[in-house]
């Protein structure tokens, strides 16, 4: 495996968020290209400061997430063809953010516990109780795996401004290089 690297990270509203991703194969083991592409996410997580990031943000349409909601930064949490198989019917609602829609926080209704399935890093198979920070978060990045992107929880509206926004800054960005 190379080093890891800092992937480029797709920005709303751009249509590749809106893919839905498939399933990773790994029947046998987890290749080499997957355990790279784990290093890499978890590399371009920490370095835009994220909590967690699905693998459609970075343009691979495949079943892979990574996520870290510890203080210190040292306990990722890798998520290969994620499966919820309960989620609480009690809800709560709080600002998300998302390193895909940067400067953007608005409120989202989410289960307050969740159990899930998926593989680790290692190609074991998991199940994962979660509630709090975390819960949220893998519902979040489950929902980008479905093409889906926070702000469309949101009002038409405040979508609207939002994409303005994402535009604006874009012009300006493109002003400066
Ligand atoms: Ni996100």
Not at 38 to 64: K, P, S
Not at 143 to 171: C, N, Q, W
Request: proline content about 6%; charged content about 25%.
């Amino acid at each position: 495996m190379t080093s890891a690297q800092i992937l480029p990270i797709l920005t709303y509203p751009d249509p590749r968020l809106h893919k839905v991703a498939k399933p990773v194969a790994a029947a046998a083991g987890l290749e080499p290209r997957i355990q790279q592409l784990v290093a890499d996410m978890l590399a371009t997580m920490y370095d835009a400061q994220g909590i967690g990031l699905a693998a459609t943000q970075v343009d691979v349409h495949e079943r892979l997430i990574v996520i870290d909601v510890s203080e210190e930064r040292n306990a990722p949490l890798v998520l290969i063809n994620p499966e919820i198989l309960w989620a609480s019917p009690e809800k709560v609602k709080g600002d998300e953010g998302c390193l895909s829609v940067p400067g953007v926080y608005d409120g989202v209704e989410r289960s307050t516990s969740v159990r899930i399935k998926a593989l680790d890093d290692k190609g074991a198979s998991r199940e994962i109780e979660a509630d709090g920070l975390l819960a949220v978060c893998i519902q979040h990045e489950m929902d980008h795996l479905m093409g889906k992107v926070f702000v469309e929880y949101l009002s038409p509206l405040k979508r609207t401004r939002i994409k303005s926004k994402m535009a604006k800054a874009e012009r300006e960005a493109a002003g400066q290089r």
